[in-house]
């Protein structure tokens, strides 16, 4: 027996209708807010995500999938969305199109990672991504967009923490200050955060190793250092959220798992989950296209774990819709009522009615009982006597009632009653 690789997981078809329920929202809430969907390949230049990403994030240091084709090109697994969605607008001149390009995607993601209660090595996300406007409205839309989908899934208790992390003009002070903060204790850090000293001290905010924490506890607050631009936009952010009555709280120590963020971070907590409590990140990467060589485009977007949303929809007893059931098991008696059978469902199925007949040779007793199982709300028999009479009789599972409906007339019962 080969068992499935580490941190992956199947979805079982008894359990597709959730993942559905949550895909569908995504979709339907995209459109209302007019995001099209973009798909970009699984895998992708282990250099896009070196420069997209960022060479002292977690996700590049510790979690990729990279590997060596047959032509000896260096190929990674793409471990989250934003990076190949820039790319996308770059290389087909998306920059030409009328501003804002809004997209959307659905995707899964690969990290090696230690996997462990809504963390995996492969995941999926729900993502948008906003390119061509800098105005804090976007930055407003974008959460909107999240809250919203979260609402729908009939999320409602998570926790919207936003920071904003300024731009290069007010990070350079800020990196200075943290420097000299951080210095007189970088013996006792991590290796990672020695290494993330010199190249990104603010990511040092980011770790997860408890003695960093510790240290970094009073490390010098970015919101005091932002720019006169930077301060007015973060402002203008919170505005917009307070006018459309969304809570939040800020939090200094959200900079975001990712090299490419500017001004605006954001993340949604759960505290339904455990210690994988952050259901969707986001924020403003004004610098991200340029830097993968593309024109000046600023940008800005979120990306959901659909795993981590699918828990905490289980701990709070979210109301998934129900598992469709088939309206209609039509069985059969012998061998002639085996092939009207078949015309029979074949037919509403024509008309989009869920139907569903024997294909494991059952006895009538044992399709009876199989309907039940099913959950069919209407089963029919079929046998000499309703292909001589032309009609057949269409039990009601629920109370054992039966009706007596011609062939041609089943449709037009099912979808009317009677
Ligand atoms: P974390 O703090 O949990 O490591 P992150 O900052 O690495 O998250 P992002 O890169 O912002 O995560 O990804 C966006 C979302 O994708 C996360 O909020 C989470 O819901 C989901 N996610 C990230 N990594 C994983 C994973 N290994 N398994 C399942 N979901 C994940
Ligand atoms: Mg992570």
């Known amino acids: 027996m080969i068992n499935i690789p580490k941190g992956t997981k199947d979805v079982l078809p008894e359990e597709s209708y959730k993942w559905q329920f949550v895909e569908d929202t995504a979709r339907s809430v995209a459109e209302v807010f007019n995001y099209k969907e973009i798909r970009t390949p699984v895998f992708e230049h282990t250099e896009l995500f070196l420069r997209g990403v960022g060479e002292t994030t977690d996700v590049v240091n510790k979690e990729m999938y990279t590997f060596e084709d047959k032509g000896g090109r260096s190929i990674t697994l793409k471990p989250e969305g934003t990076a190949g969605a820039a790319r996308l607008f770059i290389e087909n001149g998306l920059g030409a199109t009328p501003m804002p390009v809004k997209t959307f995607y659905l995707t899964p993601a690969f990290r090696y990672e230690r996997p462990q209660k809504g963390r995996l ?4 996300q729900f993502g948008i ?3 061509g406007s800098p105005a804090p409205e976007t930055d407003a839309e974008v959460i909107f967009a999240a809250s919203s989908f979260l609402n729908k899934l009939g999320i409602k208790n998570t926790k ?10 007010c990070r350079k002070e800020y990196h200075a200050a943290l420097k000299n903060y951080f210095a007189p204790n970088l013996e006792n850090m991590c290796a990672t955060c020695r290494d993330r000293f010199e190249k990104n001290p603010l990511r040092i905010l980011d770790c997860k190793e408890e003695r960093c924490k510790a240290i970094s506890l009073n490390a010098p607050q970015i919101l005091d250092y932002l720019c006169e631009e930077c301060s007015s936009h973060f402002k203008k952010v919170r505005s917009y959220l307070d006018a459309q009555n969304i809570k939040y709280s800020v939090n200094s120590r959200i900079v975001r798992g990712l090299d490419y963020y500017t001004k605006t971070v954001f993340e949604f907590v759960s505290e339904d989950i455990g210690a994988q409590g952050t259901v969707c990140g986001g924020g403003r990467y004004d610098n991200l296209l340029e830097e993968l060589g593309g024109q000046s485009v600023p940008a800005i977007g979120f990306a959901a774990g659909i795993e981590r949303l699918l828990l905490v929809m289980e701990s709070v007893g979210a109301a998934f819709p129900e598992n469709k059931k088939p309206p209609i098991y039509v069985a059969a008696i012998d061998e002639n009522g085996r092939k009207k059978a078949l015309e029979t469902v074949m037919a509403l199925r024509e008309k989009g009615i869920n139907a569903e007949t024997d294909l494991m040779g059952r006895s009538v007793k044992a399709q009876m009982k199989y309907a039940d199982k099913l959950g069919a709300e209407y089963v029919a028999v079929i046998g000499e006597n309703e292909l001589l009479s032309g009609s057949v009789n269409l039990k009601k599972m629920a109370d054992g009632t ?6 041609d007339d089943i449709y037009t019962y099912l979808i009317k009653g009677d």
């Open 160 to 169: 919207l923490e936003i920071n904003s992390i300024g731009c290069k003009t």
């Open 402 to 407: 039966s009706v007596s409906v011609k062939f």
């Open 121 to 124: 090595r492969e995941f999926h």
């Open 129 to 131: 991504e906003v390119f």
